[in-house]
Every structure is written in structure tokens, then in C-alpha cells.
């Protein structure tokens, strides 16, 4: 085999060691996790990992970096092809997490979630990427919005607006799998479109307060219909 030949089969291994990691991480932990385990579920020597990884410290933070790119085709793909309305495809984001977490009986949450809780305290690197994350996150989502902008009262701070989606989504996780039921991740949700709901009430209240005030009066005419 030429080394043209063998380098889509390295970059074939490193891209399973990367997904294999990633989907032990979100269902045990990271630090429930063994090297061990990482390597019989990936169906790889312990050579071929550290070819690519120094440790698992090393591997944790590969994992996040995947993540980012992970974001687009897995995520928020989905939902931006489940509805072309902006607004809906926060809630078809959503829903997405809901039926992930109902699939999972309210087990494991949200991967970027659970690392955020576990390592970001003592681990600054991974602290930042797990912040990138979310960022890219919220970042998508205010895109979304900002293609609805004209819905919303002027002056409203979408990026703020994104930020609380974001809000709502991991604390109705935490909350639902604290709870053993989807109901808290539902009752976040009902009063995220509620908001929604009021923010689009408001944005049309005065849309036509400003609608009104275009209208050119017609000047008024004498009685021989000349105006005056």
C-alpha cells in the first residue's frame, strides 16, 4: 500500500476514535470513560490512538474541536430543513432535543452540556472550546432570527434573544433529566414561545402604529372640488 493509499484509512481511524469518544463522553462521562473502552468500541490498538492523540486529556479536547464542525450536519442541518419559517426552526431545533431525550428515557442530555459540568472547572483549554460551542450555537440561532428581525420590536437584542434559546434548552434538559420526564423540558419550551408569541405581538402592534403614521392625509376640497 503506497502512503497515498494508507492516508484516507489513518484519516478514517482518527474520525472513528474522534465519534467513538464523543458518544462514550455524552452516555458515561468523561471521566467514566476508560482509554480501554474507547479503544474496543472504536475496534483500534492503543498504537493507532496515541499516533494521533498524546492522552485522553489530549483526545477530550479533539473531541470538542470535532464537535464544532459536528454542529452543522447533525444539528442545526436538520432543522433548518425541517421548516423555512426562521422562527419555527428554533422550535424544530427543539423538538429535535426533545426527541432525543425522550428516545433516551431523560438519560445523558446534551453532550456540550454534560462536559460543561464535568471538566470545564479544572480545564481551561476545554473550558474554551465548550464555550465555542455554545457560541456557534447561539450564533446559528441569532441568524435566524435576525432573518425574522422585521417580527420583533425595533431595538430587540437578538443575540441576547439566542442566548436565552440556548438557556431554555440546556436548563429544560437538566431540569427533565433530574425530573425523569420530558415535562420540565416542555414547560421551558411553552413559555419560550409564549415570548415569542408576545415579542411577534408587539412587533406588529407597532408596525402598524408606524403604518398609520405614513399615511398621507388627502387634502380636503372646497365645494367647486378644488383643494384647499
Known amino acids: 500500500m503506497t502512503a497515498q ?66 454542529l452543522e450536519p447533525m444539528v442545526m442541518g436538520p432543522a433548518e430543513a425541517a421548516t423555512v419559517d426562521p422562527i419555527e426552526r428554533v422550535f424544530a431545533l427543539l423538538q429535535q432535543y426533545r426527541e432525543q431525550l425522550h428516545a433516551n428515557q431523560c ?58 434559546v440556548l438557556t431554555v434548552m440546556e436548563g429544560g434538559l437538566m431540569q427533565a433529566r433530574a425530573a425523569g420526564h420530558v415535562g420540565p423540558f416542555d414547560d421551558s419550551v411553552a413559555v419560550l414561545r409564549e415570548h415569542f408569541a408576545a415579542l411577534r405581538a408587539q412587533g406588529a402592534a407597532k408596525a402598524g402604529v408606524r403604518a398609520t403614521k405614513k399615511i398621507v392625509r388627502q387634502p380636503k376640497k372646497n365645494q367647486r372640488g378644488r383643494s384647499r
Open 107 to 164: 438519560r445523558m442530555g446534551c453532550p456540550i452540556g454534560n462536559l460543561a459540568l464535568e471538566v470545564s472547572d479544572g480545564n481551561a483549554k476545554a473550558r474554551e472550546l465548550i464555550h465555542r460551542n455554545f457560541q456557534n450555537w447561539a450564533d446559528r440561532v441569532e441568524r435566524w432570527l435576525q432573518s425574522a428581525a422585521y417580527e420583533f420590536p425595533p431595538g430587540t437584542d437578538l443575540k441576547r434573544l439566542a442566548r436565552f
Open 5 to 70: 493509499e494508507a492516508e484516507p484509512a489513518i484519516l478514517e481511524t482518527r474520525e472513528r476514535l474522534l465519534k467513538t469518544a464523543f458518544q462514550l463522553f455524552h452516555e458515561q462521562g468523561y471521566h467514566a470513560t476508560g482509554v480501554a473502552t474507547i479503544l474496543r468500541e472504536a475496534g483500534v490498538n492503543a498504537g493507532s490512538m496515541y499516533h494521533f492523540f498524546s492522552s485522553k486529556d489530549d483526545l477530550l479536547l479533539k473531541v470538542l474541536e470535532f464537535a464544532l464542525d459536528y
